[in-house]
């Protein structure tokens, strides 16, 4: 699973950067506004914005521009409506993406995105053309130096987690859960252990190993993905070389 965890580093890295510059909480308020529409302003009642609330404080976001946004949705203060969608489609050596939007017109928004992944050499998918390929999990990134592969195993299995994994070029083991149990594992694991990155995530079934122009192009295409203001996740099966995906958010 090395794509995914360099990938999860490199996404965690970048939306620091992003959030130092402002980029990232619009973003933000968006799925703040969307979350609290569809299940209330009420994190205890609400497990998705309490997640999505936990971010916003992890990317140092005003408490007034998160509370605006939750008002927005709950309908307190007046805001736009946003559409969530998802747009699947193809990178070069046929990499397979899927993209979260959430737009006040996805007509544009979509029109937008396939631009963008024709413009750098991939194709547009049908619905469902890639989403098959991957699983909605819970994913825990834990640092190798702070803790040995038996004691992560049992500490995952204790927190209830489905699996730990690990290979010997990563820097961290990989802890996998059902969403449901995302936040039971998180804060069991981050009462023992230093945490480096946990999200909901998809995770892709395989990968698709890419180098030299294709890797480089594929880098380049997900950050115009990332960068484009409608977009709220990018999911991906590529595997690529450390440098490639170095050159991404700088």
Do not use: C
């Not at 083991?173 to 149990?181: A, G, H, L, N």
């Amino acid at each position: 699973m090395s794509g995914h965890s360099k990938w999860a580093t490199t996404k965690h890295k970048k939306a620091a950067v992003d959030a130092k510059k402002g980029k990232i909480f619009s973003k933000l308020s968006k799925e703040l506004t969307v979350a609290a529409r569809i299940g209330g302003g009420d994190p205890a009642g609400n497990p998705r914005l309490r997640l999505v609330m936990e971010k916003a404080r992890e990317a140092n976001m005003p408490f007034d521009n998160i509370k605006r946004a939750v008002q927005k949705g709950t309908g307190e203060l007046p805001g736009v409506s946003y559409e969530e969608t998802v747009y699947e489609g193809y990178g070069p050596g046929g990499v397979a993406i899927l993209i979260d939007i959430m737009t006040d017109n996805k007509n544009r928004t979509v029109a937008e995105i396939r631009h963008i992944i024709t413009k750098h050499g991939g194709k547009p998918g049908e619905s469902g053309s890639v989403s098959w390929m991957f699983h909605k999990k819970g994913y825990i990134l834990v640092d190798k130096e702070k803790v040995d592969e038996e004691a992560i195993m049992a500490l995952a299995l204790d927190a209830g987690a489905e699996d730990v994994k690990s290979s010997e070029e990563e820097e961290n083991y990989e802890v996998i859960t059902d969403p449901q149990d995302f936040e039971k594992v998180k804060k069991f694991l981050e009462g023992k252990i230093e945490v480096v990155h946990a999200e909901i995530t998809m995770l892709p079934q395989s990968y698709v190993k890419l180098d030299g122009k294709d890797a480089e192009q594929m880098a380049r295409l997900i950050e115009a993905i990332e960068d484009h203001e409608d977009v709220q996740n990018v999911y991906s099966n590529f595997d690529i070389p450390d440098e490639a995906l170095s050159k991404v958010g700088r």
